[in-house]
């Protein structure tokens, strides 16, 4: 039987037995009577050391075959002597799977992270990506856990959609017309022939629909993608994301933060304690210090700020900003990490922005001038989770609307949820990708996608 | 501090305590000086009885107050003389949080599947809807558990895709061209103005991405939303539905047979464990012997059969089929569901279908006739799930995809796979949707889905 490398590098009882493993060559060095071969056969981010005698019946082929070779070993599991790994495997046997051609383009070297972009189908194989998309998928399952053990329902919010939702940015259109032959009638496009009966776009965000769900369920969160067709060509953007969208009914702003909070520390714990190595790893070669970041949020409270308190903050520290503060601006970057990193030193949300910077279904404060919206800024990224309790008066909410120009028609079935027995609700998003990039330290937001897509960019 | 009615029903540490419970409406009936509302507040499938007395200072109002609406009770929970519940709570004080208009479409009366279609953002607060998408939800999140448990990686495999994948159907195109004006040169749409600067799909699947992650991580699945743009209007199909695509690396078709029944098992079983309320009521008003015939597939080992041997039970079953049987057909629902309802008893496996009706990727046996496919059928539904083991052998692979005329060039990076370091890998998908139908026993996959999309039908 075959014994995951895993197990065989943690559990001491194969010690002195003999097993038998698979897995991808690494690197593999050999002089004329000894070998050496790292073997990882990806259920564990360490690899095997396996250790190749001249007495091995193919020792002179074994030591030929090349780097990312795929082979069985049966062989005895003994302590190392090294300090860097705590077992080897004392090869008896070893049978060649596949091997691999020799112009594999990921030599045992390093490569720039725009070369192993265009190769997002063998990047995985690489230590870097190994430890990215291993956290990626602890991450996932992490929001999943936390919000289920809380008694929130996973809601699948639809990708192709009839609506505008919130003109949250520019969408992709979704079509089965022929675009060499589009049906027109007086001038505009006929879409009675395409498959919906009716123009669709990609969703960008879940949250209205999520919000129908929390007046059955109280809690629920979408985690799906969601879709931007902007121009934009930054290492933070990307045409196709994944957003973690929780809406909490009979819930106001102060206790949605909790909310964020608790998820925000509950998912980087579950990481510390299940991808140790990867972390370590992370916090060696791609942001040093990362590991005392992330355990320094775990402890501490998060700070809380008005944006008017913040403007103030940002006012009297006379930093040189690019852009002036002034309350009513949309606070820049610079300006959030000015608040989370030199003024709070720790994650902090500012609440209560102005209106006329957020979308027409947050609760509007007395003031009439604020809302009650509250943005999660952390050290190195600045916003992270963005949320608000939502406006749950139907007259008051109809009013935004119609002030902001919006569609009112359109939006009846969102008005029907005020209107059938309205209770408060608050939502946030995170940007789940954002979340992977803070987590892991990576950069450039195409290093911490599988298959990136931005503009000019959709491969394989 | 406001109580979950989960926890009130639950906890018996709350009786002949004063609590405090936030919820819907669900029916409310009185007399002159006694009154019961069912208040519901999504936490729990059940409701919770208040009890109001003539003693309550607005009982006049409250007990006027219409289905749906939303309040907030104060009272005393007491073990409760009905054998219905075991608590009920009785009132102290009430108060309205939001009154629901009179003309709430879904009064207490039986409504259609088909009327509760056009009220997708109300009929979650129907017991129906309640159960299903709480179910849904716990589907989706054993899913993960199950593969993040056995140390898979999960992988977003990307929605947006260049390629055909594996023509597996007819896809939605994507674009920001305008309709109105697609640029054009030399007869042809030019796809260099679009955002990607090349044409682009919706993806039907996510498995060749997939099987690039098992060549680095062993054991992967992915687990997002796949498009068909096919004109069906049936109760088994729509045009955007999630699908799992587990894929495993060192691993024949029999090791990737037990890990979907281990899958399917244990899917079921924290359903059961986690959902009984609901379950119960799928049993009594849904599917009646839903929960005997879910409970005897737990138990039970699967059956396994060739597809050559089912052929030939079939033509001895001498039933009177509307399509007939031959080796060499693709069989029918009718077929699929007389295997596994009247000779088996039990699902089964079928495997090692005829090259022909199956696709490119998969393992030629050595009679160059069959491959090793397999689809595990089960009662009540048909095919379930369908998987193989992967072709490994890059000339074979690529001799096969000549054979079907399929664009080699295209295939590049999924050919690499077995360049460098090619090993055995098996996979399958399942149906997001048709499991959830086959646990709920619904019949129509556009009630088990939030926002149904269909041909002509894409609200909200």
Redesign the interface.
Known sequence: M?I?I?KVLKDKSFIDKEVTV?G??KTSRSSKNFGFIELN???SFKSLQIVLESNLENFDEVSKYTI???IEVTGKVVESPGAKQSVELHAKEVKL?????RD?PLQKKRHTMEYLRTK???R??TNT??AV??V???I??AI?KYF?EN?F???????????DAEGAG?M??????D??D?P?VD???DYNED????E?H?TVSGQL?AE?????????YTF??T?R?ENSNTARHA??F?MVEPEL??CKLEGMLENVEGCIKYVINYVLENAPDEMEFFNQFIDKGLLDRLKSIVEKDFGKVTYTEAVELLKESKADFKYPVEWGIDLQTEHERYLTEEIFKKPVFVTDYPKDIKAFYMTLNEDNKTVRASDLLVPGIGELVGGSQRE?RPEVLENRMRELGLDVDAYE??L?????????TSGYGIGFERLVMYITGMKNIRDV???P?T??????
């Open positions: 075959v995951d895993q698979c991808w060559i056969d990806g259920s990312s070779s795929s799977i596949g091997l691999s051609d594999y997002t189908h063998l995985p194989r990506f190994k998309f291993k990626r998928s602890l996932a399952f999943h289920q008694g329902v996973y809601v699948h919010s639809p990708i192709i959609t009839a609506s520019e992709f259109q979704v079509t089965t017309l675009l060499k589009i027109m001038g505009k496009v498959f919906f009966g009716r669709t990609l629909e129908a769900f929390a007046h059955a369920f109280r809690d629920c799906g993608p879709f067709a045409a196709e994944w009914s009979f749950h079935w969102y029907d949820l005020r209107r059938y027995g309205t209770v408060i996608i599988p298959f897509r503009v000019n960019s959709a491969d394989i």
